[in-house]
């Protein structure tokens, strides 16, 4: 694979171009909905709900090799098959989560034991739903050869799919207004690929409702169910849900209901022997039907604020509406199980044929347990710190241990697991268990941006030395013994400063992109 030209071209970079490309750019941002609501006022206050300001983007594609793009594109379904197939594996799952997790990690014991819960009981709803992002970095060898390797799939509140659509938009409206005109042989239409993001996950939540209110033993409808986005209270990013919004009433005609973890503890019922859910809006005396539950919330331990909080996800979960994703399926997302489908062989269970086309991109990862790889993980990562990453079972962002951060907190967690012991509990699993241990991919050097944020001046500042992280979104409808529905369609490209570990937009650490495929 031959290395990535110089970016950005020099001539968009120059004073008079740089200036008119980005207020065109932060104009068409406005007018088209790539927005946030303003940062708060203060810390503990709610972001002003009358103002906005454009999202975080770039004024230019980045190139991206087409080979490496089209092959992530073409492993989405695969890897929706898979997880779609994890989740329903009770046994694998009860094997790989409570042997270690659960017992050092608050958050996953809560899920596990929504879990167990609703199995004691009779799962009423047999269908899940998935709304999936699968991530990949371009990995650079000794020979400057590139190929892709995953990051981490994702399979909760997957999130930036309506933002990216239209950035991929603005970058092509750029284009065809001449502003790219005699800048660079490769921004021309035929590199800049249409993005389906938008549409697939809002076609992959129509599928879940028209199942719900197409089931045969369901009494009639009194009224038309109603999708409900579980929501953080104080959301920035509402617009990028909004547009999903929107889309699934126009398009399909399905109504949306939204409101947090929070809200739903005195909002949300279940009623009769079928545990239909039902949501009292703010803006109706009849509560409402829900088909799916759709959660853009309740990824971390931040969106539990009370118990309540969380018997409200346990009301959630025992009820007949679809849930996206189920108690199961995010279990399945965790970090703990990309590490064991790793292992040798367990892909191969899942998979089969397919396997190998799917282990080409994973990278190499370690539990952090005691046994032969684990002991072979902690050798390595206290030899040379530097070449790994230390990740817990956490989805959002800004919650990975970096290179030489990691030998101070193994020590950390040890001396806590020590300080256990000597209370009198039990510390058979250790704390360092909750992680696990990824190989850092050595990502293209060399590579800048033009990256546009609010408030930052008038001119996009170039960024000499970037990483870009592609995301290819998909969505499963499934149950056992049924046959799924897959989609899959669109992309989201995130590029961040190279010094920079992490690689969240909603946190502050990366802009929206496009590739550019050469």
Request: hydrophobic share 35%; aromatic share 8%; net charge negative.
């Amino acid at each position: 694979m031959s290395i990535l030209p110089e970016w950005p071209p020099k001539s968009i970079r120059d004073n008079d171009l740089n200036s008119l490309i980005t207020q065109n750019a932060r104009d068409y941002a406005l007018g088209h909905g790539i927005v946030y609501r303003s940062l708060p006022n203060c810390p503990s206050s709610m972001p002003p709900q009358d103002t906005t300001i454009h999202a975080p983007m770039t004024t230019v594609p980045s190139p991206f090799p087409r080979k490496l793009f089209e092959q992530a594109m073409e492993l989405m379904p695969l890897f929706s098959k898979l997880y779609a197939l994890v989740s329903m594996d009770e046994e694998f799952l009860d094997r790989v989560m409570s042997t270690s997790v659960i017992k050092v990690d608050d958050f996953q014991q809560h899920l596990y034991n929504i879990w167990c819960t609703v199995r004691r009981e009779g799962i009423t709803q047999p269908m899940h739903l998935g709304l999936f992002r699968s991530d990949y970095l371009m990995h650079t060898n000794e020979t400057n050869e590139l190929s892709l390797q995953q990051v981490e799939f994702n399979t909760i509140s997957s999130s930036f799919g309506a933002l990216c659509t239209r950035v991929s938009e603005l970058h092509r409206y750029l284009y065809r207004t001449g502003a790219y005109a005699a800048t660079s042989e490769f921004l021309c239409a035929k590199n800049m690929p249409e993005n389906e993001a938008l549409d697939t996950l809002t076609d992959g939540l129509a599928d879940a409702h028209q199942h719900y209110t197409s089931e045969t033993l369901r009494r009639a409808h009194e009224t038309q169910p109603s999708i409900l986005f579980v929501v953080q209270p104080n959301e920035r990013n509402t617009f990028d849900q909004r547009a999903i919004e929107y889309k699934l009433f126009e398009k399909h005609g399905i109504s949306v209901v939204r409101a947090s973890l929070e809200d739903l503890c005195t909002k949300a019922t279940i009623h009769g022997d079928a545990r239909l859910l039902y949501v009292q809006p703010f803006l109706s005396s009849d509560p409402v039907e829900i088909s799916v539950v759709y959660f853009r919330s309740g990824y971390g331990p931040g969106d539990y604020p009370s118990e309540a909080s969380w018997n409200t996800r346990l009301l959630l979960e025992r009820s007949h509406a679809i849930k996206c994703p189920s108690i199961s399926l995010q279990l399945a997302g965790c970090k703990k199980v990309q590490q064991v489908l790793a292992e040798p062989g367990v892909l191969e269970d899942f998979m089969g044929n397919d396997a190998p086309s799917l282990r080409l991109t994973f990278s190499q990862l370690w539990p952090m347990d005691d046994s032969e790889l684990g002991r072979q993980a902690q050798s390595l990562v206290l030899a040379d710190p530097d070449k790994y990453v230390l990740k817990p079972q956490r989805e959002g962002g800004s919650n990975n241990i970096y290179k030489e951060d990691i030998p101070p907190a193994l020590r950390n967690m040890e001396k806590r697991d020590n300080e256990r012991a000597s209370r009198g509990e039990d510390v058979t699993v250790k704390e360092r268990e909750g992680y696990i241990l990824m190989s850092l991919i050595d990502t293209p050097k060399d590579r800048g941006a033009m990256m546009l944020r609010a408030g930052q001046g008038e001119m996009s500042q170039y960024v000499s030395q970037t990483t870009s992280e592609l995301g290819t979104y998909g969505t499963a409808l499934f149950g056992k013994n049924i046959k799924p529905i897959i989609r899959s369609g669109g992309y989201l490209l995130r590029t961040k400063a190279s010094e920079s570990n992490e690689g969240g937009v909603a946190v502050g650490f990366s802009v929206i992109d496009t590739p550019l495929l050469i």
